[in-house]
């Protein structure tokens, strides 16, 4: 099935409007949270050391300028008819990363309000289980192509 190009563009479209939302939404908590937050989780959920709230704006700003590469290089080298659906599923990636981050800035804060004393690891693998899924066919499909 051969996928449209226009279509390549409007996941583009919602990959910046997930990165949008996802500034959006750390703008709006982040006033409000504690000082401190976990920066790493141990094997077993809970902090092994905390920072600055701040640093949950680490992510958008990785993002964004990977977003703009991609837009740019979509757009002054539009992808072959055959080399779209790694293309697209790479913009679905960004969504999905997107929404895990905002949904990842939400535990740490609760467990930096000491709401909770961890987050579960299944919860973690669970929640992560599209994207682990988006990203094994994109390499399925990237792989079968160059096949």
């Known amino acids: 099935m051969l996928i449209p190009l226009w279509l ?18 750390l703008a709006r908590v982040l006033p409000s949270a ?18 600055p709230k701040g640093v949950l704006w680490l ?7 990977v977003l703009a590469v991609l837009g740019l290089t979509l ?12 293309v697209l599923l790479a913009m679905v990636i960004v969504v999905e990363i997107a929404s ?4 990842a800035a939400d535990r740490l804060i609760e467990v930096g ?10 919860r973690i693998l669970v929640t992560m289980l599209p994207l682990l899924a988006t ?5 399925l499909i990237s792989v079968s192509r160059g096949a």
């Open 8 to 25: 390549v563009w409007v996941v583009y479209g919602l990959a910046v409007a997930s990165v949008v939302l996802l500034a959006w939404h």
């Open 59 to 65: 992510a958008p700003a990785i993002i964004v300028p």
């Open 135 to 139: 990203v094994a066919l994109n390499i």
């Open 100 to 103: 895990l981050l905002a949904w």
């Open 34 to 51: 504690p000082s401190r937050i976990p920066l790493h989780l141990g094997i077993d959920g809970r902090p092994g050391s905390y920072g």
């Open 113 to 122: 309000r000491k709401m909770t004393h961890r987050i579960a690891p299944t």
């Open 75 to 86: 757009a002054a080298a539009p992808p072959g008819e055959y080399d779209r659906a790694p």
